[in-house]
């Protein structure tokens, strides 16, 4: 069982920075596939980046390629997201999910999900 927390979230700018961070339970998080999506008002939840266990191999939707980091620190049971350069179009509600298959992370068919946390970008 693992339970996955964010933070991080807020109103930002357009242009501006955010750091998303996922607290996980459990003692094998280091054997998870982590990932991120969104989910803006009316629209279908957004792959946006997957991490394998060891952090070693990314994998990126084209709407954010180039703009966002995921990373992670499994001695710390934490992954991130670094967001930049912001679009008004990136406000949603952002969540975090585990598999301990990352194929099954980019498909959004992950068995843990966090409640998420709202990212505004103002224009």
């Known amino acids: 069982q693992v339970q996955l927390v964010e933070s991080g979230g807020g109103l930002v700018q357009a242009g501006g920075s955010l750091r998303l961070s996922c607290a996980a339970s459990?003692?094998?998080?280091?054997?998870?596939?982590m990932g991120w999506f969104r989910q803006a008002p009316g629209k279908e939840r957004e792959f946006l980046a997957v991490?394998?266990?060891?952090?070693?191999?990314?994998r990126y939707s084209d709407s954010v390629k180039g703009r966002f980091t995921i990373s992670r620190e499994n001695a710390k049971n934490m992954v991130y997201l670094q967001m930049n350069s912001l679009k008004p179009e990136d406000t949603a509600v952002y969540y975090c999910?585990?598999?301990?298959?990352?194929?099954?992370?980019?498909?959004?068919?992950?068995?843990?999900w966090g409640q998420g946390t709202q990212v505004t970008v103002s224009s």
């Open positions: 459990g003692r094998t998080f280091g054997t998870y596939g």
């Open positions: 999910a585990a598999d301990t298959l990352s194929a099954k992370v980019v498909t959004g068919n992950c068995a843990y």
């Open positions: 991490i394998n266990a060891s952090g070693g191999v990314t």
